[in-house]
Every structure is written in C-alpha cells, then in structure tokens.
C-alpha cells in the first residue's frame, strides 16, 4: 500500500488503545487459536474502499483508504461513515502471496464480514458468504498468479429493515440499540495448507467421567486417501502425558492419568498437537500438524431437593457474571486491539465474577481463549435477528416479529430467515465447540425474533450435548431447555420457586445507571434506573445482591447476570464507562460484596 494520512474518524470517545493505535499493528496475533498452524499471513491493515449504490458494478476508482478490521462505521477505520441498505461497500487490496506457497492450497480467512459478502481474486469469482457474525474461508489458490494478486470484496448489508442475526444494531440508535456494523469487523488473513490432505477442524470432547479425551479430525481429503492417518499428542507443558493413532473421522478416545480438572478458580489447560500422515515407518510422509488446546471441564445438571442444582465438574458452583455486550467507542464491535478485548475480561476476574454472558454478540476468538486462560466461564448468546417497524417516533418504536410480554405463540419467520438463523447458529457452535469456557448455549433473547423454540433447542442439543440451553433467555418462557432464565430489573420482585425439571436462573437483573461527565456518548442517557454519585451506585448494588443472595439461600438459585460490564453508548448502566477509563466501582470493592455469593451459608449482606 502506499504512504497514507490515515487518521481515526471523529468520535464522541476514544479508549486509551484507540488513541494508540498503530495503523500498520493492528490486529496482529494468530486468529484461531484452538487449531494454529505455523505459517499465515496477516491481511489487517489499509485497504482502498468505495461505497456504492448497490445495484451499481464495481467501482472504477474509490473513495480512499479503510483500516481493516475496523467496520466503515467506526472511527478506527479511518472513514466513520454510514453506508444504508441501498449502497455497497467495496473493498480493494493487492497482496504478494509468498512464492513457498505455491505448492500449497491457499486459503482466505474472513474473521467475520457483516452482512453479504462476495470476493473476487483478479477477477476470479472466489466465493460469497452470508452471515454477519462468524468466521468463513474460500480456496483461492486456482485464482492467484506470480507477483501481485488483487483481492476484491463486496458488503451489503440491510441492519434492521431486515430479520437477519444483527444484535444490537439499529439503522436508528436510541436506548439499547447502537450503531450498525458494515462490513468486514474481524482479522483477515491467507493460510497455506497442503492441496489435497489438510486437517480442516477439529472436535475436542473431554469426559470427565471417564479421565479422556476424545479428539475427532475432520479433513480437507480426497476419497482416495480417506484412510490416510492421525495422530494425536497430549502434552502437560513439554511432558507428553498421552498419544493415540487412528484415521480421519474416527473419535479418537486419549485416556489421561488423574487429570486435572478445569475451574475458575484452577483454569488447567493441556496442549494438544495434530499429526496428519501416510504411509508407516521411513516411507511415513506428513501432510499435516496443528496445534490446539483443551481443558478437563464438565457442565451438568442434578436434582436438589425441590429443585436442579447447575454443575461444575459434578460440583455445584454459583455462576455469577455481567451481560457483556463488547462494543467500544472507537472500534464499535471491533475491539480496539487484543489488549483492549482482554482488559475487559480481566477486569471482571479481579472484580470476583465467574461467569460473562456474551450477549447477542459473537467475539473474535482470542476472547474465548482468554477465558479458558484465565478461567472465566461464557454464557454465549446467538445474535438477534427481527424486523422493527416505524422510525418515526424512537421511543414508541414497535416491532413486528417479536413476541409480546404474555404472547403465546413465536413469530412466524419467513423460511428463508429460519433457515439462515439456523445456518449462523450452526456456524457459531462449530466456531466455538472447543473453547473450555462455554457453558451455556443462549439461541433467543426477551423475544426479539423468537421463534421455533422447540426447534432451536434440538438442533443445538444435537450439535452440542455436553453443554446447557436456555432456550429463551427472558419474558416469554416456552417450558423447554435446560434453564428457567427470568430477567429482572424491579429491586422487589421476588425469586421464582424452584423447578424440578430445569434450573432457575436471573439472566438478567440491575441496570443501575450513573452517567460520569466528559465520559457520555450522548447527552440523552438512558438506564433502568439512574443514579447521582457513586455511593447511591454502590447502596442500590448492594440492595439487589442482597436479593440474589436470597435466592440462593432460599429459591435455589444457580445463576445470575448484572447488567452490564460497560456503558454502551447511551446505555449508561455500565460497571466502566463506554471508553473504560473510567471504573465505577472498584474491583476490590466489587470482590468484596461478591465473595457471600460464594459461600452463601454466611451471614446476609
């Protein structure tokens, strides 16, 4: 690329990583970290743009220069500007693909793109992908030439005048609905694998029950080599503690000796390393080698008297964390830079949670392995997906697939929506399968597009039996999943009676606003409830653990989730200001209050 001006876009706020950046570091770390390979090559940086009426060809010349990862949006991309659901957004870069890849197949990685979109390499037709919110590749080695190739991609996105998976975007922000993400939101980047027999996923299952793992290798092989080999390490540091051979497919079972267990309070990992091969003895040829992780963990359920305990490793644990919602001032969905998305999570582990629920936001994967590093369990949303109406009147907007508080059917979704609900679903489990740290699957969210319930419910059992669903996190309750998941935002209403057949959980609960002067998005904020000064914060915080305590102690309450880990733009409800330099409540301050939910045989709060 040529020399560049580039400068962030005008926000309201910036972070300190934000106010750092540096255009030609960004994002630099290897993006998939439970499968790693040695060799890649980053694609982050400047890349020319143009935005376009949608209907219109490529564009002759464009606009300027966009830093990727960061959405058109967002200030860190240099441009800060809305693209609408009439217009496309092109990007353009060239790229000299390494000269010891040319025996290789090639594969372009897309972290995430929002919404629709098409790649071109030199003028190849390379692939088209759908869905806002999980990572895609294509083989682009049959486009690619000596010297320098052109990479062209095309975004359209409708936001909210359609029903796709979006969060919390809106094409009218107001309240608890933010700015739309257009565009290509997560790292880019070139991997060289062989041209026939690659691995392509692995599947990562512990069983604590038993002491193994069991390890599946999904591979990038023709037909005729389909019973070409494996083997799979298990190392404990630089000790290998277990190896086992078998084939592509199979499931590989690893018995491990007294292994230890993974914890919030004790995050054990163990490394795990791929081998893909032919052939025996001096004639074995490898093929391919990838590198992974993973933890000892169990998430399971028990009958408790009257009601069903959650389990850690057949343990009881109180799951207690915030609704993160991981947007920023100056990145938008994205992050500033790897240090930024870790000191959120960092944050809330010095401030005694145990648990995140990520809410209706898929993060890059370096979050996830920061939890499993550090022992933070995630409650992981699928992005909402509805239409809303009338943008008249933002205050009285309504929406017309969502299902009212009492309403006693779920939306009936256009099949093509359901069916690309059901795809991003399915993408977003496969993404995420191996992460320790997920504990609980959460499809729909206070009715927001909820439909098919039961639907939803099986197909992600049938994906992933070793974690919890709470099918309907809040309002409408369709009496199926594994959580009975009530949101509650009134300082008095009491903890629901326990249920013998599924755990009783608050999914969401406090919302305690105090808007911190020179540190506001907007001048018009917005919380449950609104506050003058940090010590009415804390009081009003204290008042409403006293009534999880309770329920705990008396309801059997397994689980609950403050909102929320951050303002969000006019959402001032944060336990940290929107650009974080700002906590509210300190971290000691916070862990101190947290330890009787722990221990909940202790004196009331």
Not at 398 to 427: N, W, Y
Request: hydrophobic content about 40%; aromatic content about 10%; some cysteine.
């Amino acid at each position: 690329m040529a020399d560049t001006n580039w400068k962030p876009a005008e926000s309201p706020l910036m972070t300190v990583w934000g106010e750092q950046l540096n255009p030609e570091s960004v994002w630099q770390e290897y993006p998939r970290p439970q499968m790693q390979r040695e060799e890649w090559m980053n694609l982050n940086g400047l890349w020319e743009y143009s935005v376009l009426p949608k209907t219109d060809a490529g564009p002759a010349e464009f606009d300027g220069e966009i830093l990727v990862p960061f959405c058109i949006e967002s200030a860190l991309s240099g441009v800060g500007r809305r693209v609408s659901p009439e217009e496309r957004l092109w990007y353009r870069r060239t790229v000299d693909v390494s000269r010891d890849w040319k025996d290789n197949a090639v594969l372009l990685h897309f972290g995430a793109v929002d919404y629709e979109c098409t790649v071109w390499v030199n003028g190849g037709l390379a692939g088209h992908h759908r869905g806002g919110n999980t990572p895609f590749f294509f083989d682009v080695s049959a486009f690619l030439i000596d010297g320098e190739n052109e990479l062209l991609v095309s975004v359209w996105d409708p936001t909210s005048s359609e029903d796709q998976p979006r969060g919390k975007q809106d094409l009218f922000p107001h309240n608890i609905w933010y700015t739309p993400v257009t565009g290509i939101w997560q790292t880019v980047w070139l991997e060289p694998v062989a041209k026939e027999n690659s691995i392509e996923e692995l599947r990562i299952t512990p069983d604590v029950d038993a002491s193994s793992v069991e390890v599946q290798v999904i591979g990038r092989v023709p037909p005729s080599r389909w019973r070409d080999c494996v083997q799979v390490s298990v190392f404990d540091g630089d000790v290998k503690i277990a190896e086992t051979r078998g084939h592509i497919d199979d499931s590989l079972i690893l018995p491990l000796v007294s292994p230890e267990l993974w914890s919030p309070d004790a995050p054990k990992l163990y490394d795990l390393r791929v081998e893909l091969f032919s052939g025996q003895g001096d004639s074995r040829e490898s093929l391919d080698h990838a590198r992974s992780y993973f933890a000892m963990r169990k998430i399971s359920m028990a009958p408790d008297g009257d009601g069903v305990q959650v389990l850690l490793n057949n343990e009881p644990l109180f799951q207690y964390g915030t609704l993160d919602q991981g947007w920023w001032p100056d990145g938008l969905l994205t992050p500033p830079s790897e240090d930024a998305l870790r000191w959120d999570v960092d944050f809330l582990k010095a401030a005694g949670f145990n648990m995140v629920r990520k809410h209706i936001k898929i993060e890059p994967q370096a979050f996830y392995a920061h939890c499993d590093r550090i022992g933070m369990l995630v409650w992981q949303d699928m992005p909402s997906g509805f239409i809303q109406a009338s943008e008249i009147d933002l205050e009285k907007r309504c929406t017309v697939q969502h299902v009212p508080e009492g309403g006693q059917k779920d939306v009936l979704m256009r099949s093509r929506s359901a069916i690309a609900f059901d795809a991003e679903l399915r993408e977003m489990i496969a993404s995420l399968y191996n992460y320790p740290c997920i504990a609980v699957w959460v499809p729909l969210n206070e009715g927001w597009g909820q439909h098919e319930v039961a639907h939803k419910t099986q197909l992600i059992r049938s994906l992933d039996s070793t974690r919890l669903v709470s099918s309907t996190s809040g309002w409408e309750d369709r009496d199926i999943g594994d959580l009975y998941d009530i949101h509650n935002y009134w300082e008095e209403t009491l903890i629901p009676e326990p249920r013998k057949d599924r755990a009783v959980v608050v999914g969401e609960f406090g919302g305690l606003g105090y808007a911190v002067h020179g540190h506001l998005w907007w001048d018009r904020n917005w919380g449950y409830q609104s506050y003058e000064n940090v010590e009415e914060l804390v009081a009003q915080y204290q008042k409403r653990l006293s009534r999880i305590l309770f329920g705990i102690r008396e309801k059997s309450l397994q689980a609950a989730v403050y909102t929320q880990t951050t303002d969000v733009e006019g959402e001032i409800n944060g336990l940290v200001t929107y650009d974080r330099k700002v906590i509210k409540i300190a971290e000691e301050r916070l862990r101190a209050l947290h330890e009787e939910l722990y221990a909940p045989e202790s004196v009331c709060l």
